[in-house]
């Protein structure tokens, strides 16, 4: 009757119990305290820091373009063509989350001027206004994440075996009857709870900021992008968090356990990711600003395919001529030079495409070379994505430069279009008494320069390989530390 | 040789020893027994000036500890209750290190393995890894570092705890060889029977006070065992 | 007795395989910083030939045309005449007479050299233009342009023998020396040897030797190996003498990290706990310390927005252009191919160019000036609070040692703007007399050397850092050996 009446008893969750248990020790932790408490300290500077840096940039950035749209109408009475040589200026938006990862943002230029005649790169720089000091690193919240979560986890749990076996609690438990399974659930809810317990606050407060401060109407799919996300900063914690009761679990004793761990931190923190860049730029070299000038220029003068621009040229016009059945450029119904400076502006395009897209994919084809190299270290593909969902990555770059590109050259076609038709009478007179001159009315003709930035759709694209690899990474980690618990309990402790 | 005056130890509120006067002379082995916690081996380590006394004094050849650390630590050789030696090295080369830290550096490879054969460490064992050792073996290999220390007093803590008969006799008839050669002997111990058999003396502690002394001649096997319970509670 | 316990330790090391291990990746991770760093300078070198040689091609061309005409004028005995500005080939003088022309339309470049020992620290040199064109275009201009790289990498940052050293060697040492005393209490040996005539001081003094040995020279030797196949100007001794500050402020550093070791263990705490806070103490030391000193420096002084510069710049350049010139002269600026024959009018507008370049030069320098200053703010906050980290020292003293610190940039930039005027006046002047180039004169064309800086003026950059770093690791030691002084051998 006794034992009917026991089978009949209510067994509590093992994994709960397990779990409660090690939530409890850890927190009592003096370590707990002291990790946790700087955890939270950095966390929150980076965050108010970022929010700071933020909303200053994004302000001085909207009233820039605005004044720059606006000196270009206001430009005053000229030449159309002079008004495609006044230009106009693009300047980057920040990415929607850059304040909590700002990414490549100080290693790119956020100032591109447009004008005729020239493909400009972005300038301004922000890393080049800055000490060598920053290059140690900024601080964001990503970069305390990435570099002090996992340390915190591997501080809160590689006694989690270890420590156990070397105090002989574990084989009392395994006398118990506790198995593997409720061990590893049980410990890795425990002590991710207790991790948890430091860094969710700060994660709240963050997604309060953008709540309050309305972002969301300016990006799209915002709570998308926290998301996915938070989505991945938390598989990068199981990484850690896996890992850290397979190894405890191994080793011999917990001082065996860190030594594996903080030397697996560093290397794939540290190490890996530089050697992961360096090796990435053999692979795939991309050329310095004087071999870039260089080839471009010789190439704008003799042309993609070997056929000089000059000659390319002197075909069109013979052609035009044809066409308008006229024995002089001088006698066709369109401005001459108004044409020529249009024609050879096409003749450079194709050159600046080719050589502008080249480098775009060699900086692609690295970064993708480095997200593959992410099989050896998780960060490297968790860098990618964060920096890809907070907007502050090569495709938010190019999707920048790009657009800066396209606007460029509709303002060159508009105003050399409006000049070519509306001086056709000047063609062949070369006097001051016939210039032509336009006003704000023409040069309205062009848009004002205003871009999108890539969707979340877009960015997920992108990023689909490294998002796969961090999967990858999430579920060999719990595999791992399951085999090793199966193996205590087989070993006997 | 071994003398303590009035030895106090006082760990914050919890007295560990409450004023032990103690003398132990060059051919006494001096058996001191006690539960867990009764102090013997803050006794010790109060010797070997691991720890500072709260009030008395601990001399060993009539130098204070306290004020001639190094002077006092030529004359001891301390045994504790599990020797634990580098075991990436041989017993020879333990051997070899611990006397040279000793002070002599003068001996030769054959005079330390004649120590090590004093005290029965097999001739290939000596050539072999410490970490292979059993604790019977690495207890020989620390007589060994004391004999090879010529040591005037020798510390020993709980030394037969965890050996088989036949090593503990072996051990005891190492330690009446080092009697013989002129040394004082302070042993903590459990084990009654031991005490009998090896020591001249033994003395009873019990929270920190030594509660009674008495010389082994004049008592039976059964009458320590009585007098030790008595004590106890 | 110290040489004893010394040589007992240094056998006790070798045959740890840990150590072995250690010390193959530091190897390979100083032979991976070395080559990397050499990949870098050697594609700056290509950056700066590439450029030049097509600039030096555009003018070997024109001198070329110009030997042509010589040899027709001395044919036909006439003189040289001075072509005006436009570009229609084919009759009359070429181009190449008209300084104007040549000075203007070709650039040359002022090359900032690697020092001896660069491929020790890359510094900001990754993203810092080594090769600046100077023409007679307005020289601030020029300082607006940067080398490329992929931003991902800039981000990231380089793998160079600096890295290895201000990050992985502190690792390496802790790894060494977490457990240096709480090991032996932890296994029984520290009361066994302990009872003997030894103190524990020196117990772990002749710990710390062994192993400090053992990284001298590891560190010597490797550091050697990196300079001779990636370093320069070998032949020189100051040269030696820099590879000497090297290598003393590497000792230094790690000496750091061996007393921070010593320090730790003395407060007799278990081995896996020393691990902990020594694996905190380098986070703070080594990332947490500098990142929050950045972000303080760059608060106390926010490098002056570009975009500002940019737009008050370009006002200035407008109101210039409106001051001077009406709407056909603007328009006939921008191409002067297109002026009407009269080569006086044609060769006015370069005049009118060149003085509004000067006039836009002069509005714009003293907002450049400032830009620079609060720069300098920056950089002067950095040095000191350099400190609070022995990290931060040795990046700024590795910075001056590699000749990769701001510093000498800004030193560079200086006879940068020096040669630029020197570049105009020669062209300008002939220019402006409307004097024709001769073929000889293409030979005198003015030439970049650039200047060193004295070695004094550098060692005063260096030595704080240094002696900043002497004090702290003196103290550490002090204190570490001081607190030896309570460590609990035995007892509760």
């Not at chain 1, 002989?168 to 118990?176: A, E, F, H, P, Y």
């Not at chain 1, 860098?383 to 460029?408: C, F, I, N, P, Q």
């Not at chain 3, 502190?170 to 709480?182: E, G, K, Q, R, T």
């Not at chain 3, 900043?468 to 051998?489: I, M, P, Q, W």
Request: aromatic share 10%; net charge neutral.
């Amino acid at each position: 009757m006794a034992e009917a009446s026991l089978s009949r008893m209510k067994a509590p969750s093992l994994i709960g119990v397990v779990a409660r248990k090690e939530f409890t020790e850890i927190v009592r932790d003096g370590r707990f305290k002291w990790t946790a408490a700087i955890m939270v300290m950095l966390l929150l500077t980076a965050l108010a820091t970022g929010w700071q840096k933020y909303a200053a940039y994004s302000a001085m950035q909207t009233a820039a373009q605005e004044t720059s749209n606006r000196q270009w109408l206001k430009q005053g009475d000229k030449n159309p063509h002079s008004a495609a040589h006044y230009g106009n200026y693009a300047f980057k938006q920040a990415g929607p989350l850059s304040f909590f990862d700002n990414g490549i943002e100080p290693y790119t230029g956020n100032l591109l001027f447009m004008e005729a005649h020239k493909q400009n790169l972005a300038i301004s720089r922000p890393a080049n206004d800055m000490s060598a000091v920053t290059r140690f690193g900024d601080l964001n919240g990503a970069t305390v994440l990435q570099v002090l979560m996992p340390l915190l986890i591997i501080f809160l749990g590689f006694t989690a075996f270890s420590g156990e076996r070397e105090r002989g609690t574990l084989r009392q438990l395994l006398s118990m009857g506790v198995g593997p399974r409720e061990l590893l659930w049980g410990k890795a809810l425990g002590i991710g709870g207790a991790a948890a317990l430091a860094i969710v606050p700060c994660i709240v407060l963050g997604a309060l900021a953008i709540g309050l401060l309305d972002l969301s109407s300016t990006a799209d799919a915002l709570w998308g992008r926290v998301g996915l996300l938070t989505a991945a900063y938390i598989g990068y914690g199981l990484i850690f968090l896996f890992l850290t009761l397979a190894v405890s679990a191994l080793a011999p004793n917990p001082r065996a356990a860190l030594i594996v761990l903080v030397g697996f931190w560093a290397l794939s923190v540290f190490m890996v990711p530089k050697s992961a860049a360096e090796i990435s730029k053999a692979v795939y070299p991309s050329p310095t600003l004087g071999e870039f000038q260089a080839v471009m220029k010789a190439d704008q003068v003799r042309g993609l395919d070997g056929v000089p621009t000059a000659v390319k040229f002197g075909t069109y016009v013979r052609e035009l001529m044809k066409e308008y059945n006229v024995d002089s450029p001088m006698k066709l119904p369109m401005y001459f030079p108004a044409l020529r400076m249009q024609k050879l502006e096409e003749f450079d395009h194709v050159v600046f495409d080719h050589h502008y897209n080249a480098l775009r994919n060699t900086y692609m084809a690295q970064r993708r070379f480095q997200d593959g190299l992410g099989l050896l270290a998780p960060l490297l593909p968790l860098k990618s994505v964060s920096m890809g969902l907070a907007g502050s990555d090569l495709l938010h770059h190019d999707t920048y430069t790009r657009a800066a590109e396209a606007h460029r050259r509709v303002m060159v076609e508009r105003m050399n279009g409006y000049l070519s038709k509306a001086a056709a009478d000047l063609n062949g007179v070369s006097n001051s008494s016939n210039y032509m001159t336009a006003d704000e009315e023409v040069f309205a003709i062009v848009p004002p320069f205003a871009y999108t930035p890539p969707g979340l759709r877009e960015v997920v694209t992108e990023y689909a390989g490294a998002l796969l690899i961090l999967a990858a990474w999430v579920l060999a980690s719990i595999v791992l530390a399951a085999a090793a618990v199966g193996r205590v309990r087989r070993a006997g402790a | 040789m071994l003398e303590a005056i009035k030895l106090k130890k006082k760990y914050g509120d919890f007295e560990a020893l409450k004023g032990l006067d103690l003398k132990i002379n060059a051919g006494d082995i001096y058996c001191l027994l006690g539960a867990n916690g009764a102090g013997k081996s803050t006794t010790i380590n109060l010797f070997l000036n691991f720890i500072d006394p709260t009030e008395g004094t601990a001399k060993v050849n009539g130098l204070d500890v306290t004020q001639n650390p190094l002077e006092t630590k030529k004359y001891l050789a301390y045994i504790p209750e599990t020797v634990m030696l580098y075991g990436n090295l041989t017993g020879l080369e333990n051997l070899a290190y611990f006397a040279k830290l000793g002070g002599h550096a003068e001996y030769t490879d054959a005079d330390l393995r004649d120590f090590l054969k004093q005290v029965g460490l097999q001739d290939e064992a000596m050539d072999k890894r410490v970490a292979a050792y059993s604790k019977g073996m690495r207890q020989k290999v620390g007589v060994a570092i004391a004999l090879a220390k010529q040591a005037k007093a020798l510390l020993l803590d709980e030394p037969t705890s965890g050996l088989d008969p036949k090593a503990s006799n072996e051990f005891s008839e190492l330690l009446k060889r080092l009697q013989k050669g002129g040394a004082a002997i302070l042993m903590a111990t459990h084990d009654l029977f031991r005490a009998k058999e090896t020591g001249t003396r033994i003395g009873i502690m019990r929270e920190g006070r030594l509660m009674r002394e008495l010389s082994t001649d004049e008592v039976s096997h059964a009458d320590v065992e009585r007098i030790y319970l008595e004590h106890m509670h | 007795m110290y040489s004893l316990i010394v040589a007992h330790e240094t056998r006790t090391l070798a045959k740890t395989p840990a150590l072995a291990w250690i010390l193959l990746l530091l190897s390979a991770a100083i032979a991976f910083g070395a080559w990397s760093a050499s990949a870098l300078l050697e594609r700056q070198a290509r950056g700066a030939a590439a450029i030049s040689q097509y600039e030096d091609g555009l003018r070997a061309q024109m001198r070329a045309e110009l030997a042509k005409y010589e040899e027709k004028v001395k044919a036909s005995g006439g003189t040289l005449e001075f072509a005006p500005i436009n570009h229609a080939p084919g009759e009359g003088p070429p181009q190449a007479t008209n300084a104007g022309a040549v000075g203007s339309e070709t650039a040359t470049f002022a090359v900032l050299p690697p020092a001896p020992l660069a491929a020790l620290s890359v510094g900001q040199s990754d993203i810092t233009l080594n090769y600046v064109p100077v023409s007679m275009r307005n020289v601030i201009d020029v300082t607006k342009e940067n080398e490329i790289e992929n931003p991902v990498n800039l981000k990231t940052g380089s793998f160079d023998i600096a890295f290895v050293v201000v990050f992985l060697l502190p690792i390496f040492i802790l790894a060494m020396s977490y457990d240096l005393l709480s090991s032996e209490k932890e296994r029984g040996t520290l009361a066994m040897v302990l009872a003997h005539p030894v103190t524990l001081r020196k117990l772990m003094a002749s710990k710390l030797i062994s192993r400090f040995v053992i990284l001298l020279a590891v560190v010597t030797a490797l550091g050697l190996g990196a300079v001779l196949s990636v370093g320069s100007a070998l032949d020189q001794p100051a040269t030696w003498a820099w590879f000497g500050a090297w290598l003393g402020a590497t000792l230094l550093y790690s000496l750091f990290w061996f007393a921070l070791a010593v320090l730790v263990n003395a407060l007799g705490h278990s081995s896996a706990t020393n691990g902990i806070v020594l694996a905190g103490a380098w986070l703070a030391f080594v990332v947490v310390v500098p990142t929050l000193v950045s972000v303080g420096a760059t608060t106390l002084y926010p490098a002056p927005s570009r975009m500002d510069f940019t737009t008050a710049a370009r006002e200035a350049q407008t109101a210039a252009e409106f001051e001077r010139m009406r709407a056909l002269d603007a328009y006939y600026y921008d191409h002067l191919e297109l002026v009407p024959d009269a080569a006086d009018k044609a060769n006015d507008f370069l005049t009118l160019a060149m003085a509004s370049s000067a006039a836009v030069e002069k509005a714009v320098m003293p907002l450049y000036e400032e830009f620079q200053a609060q720069l300098n703010r920056q950089e002067a906050a950095v040095a000191r609070f350099q400190y609070l980290s022995p990290t931060l020292m040795m990046q700024l003293a590795l910075n001056e040692i590699a000749g990769t610190s701001a510093d000498r940039y800004e030193h560079f930039m200086t006879q940068v703007f020096a040669f630029h005027k020197q570049w105009t006046e020669f062209f300008a002047g002939r220019f402006l007399k409307r004097t024709p180039l001769t073929t000889a004169e293409y030979d005198l064309f003015p030439k970049f050397t650039y200047v060193e800086e004295p070695a004094g003026a550098v060692m005063a950059r260096l030595l704080p850092s240094l002696l900043g770093l002497l004090a702290v690791v003196g103290g550490v030691t002090v204190f570490a050996f001081a607190a030896l002084r309570k460590y609990r051998v035995a007892g509760r």
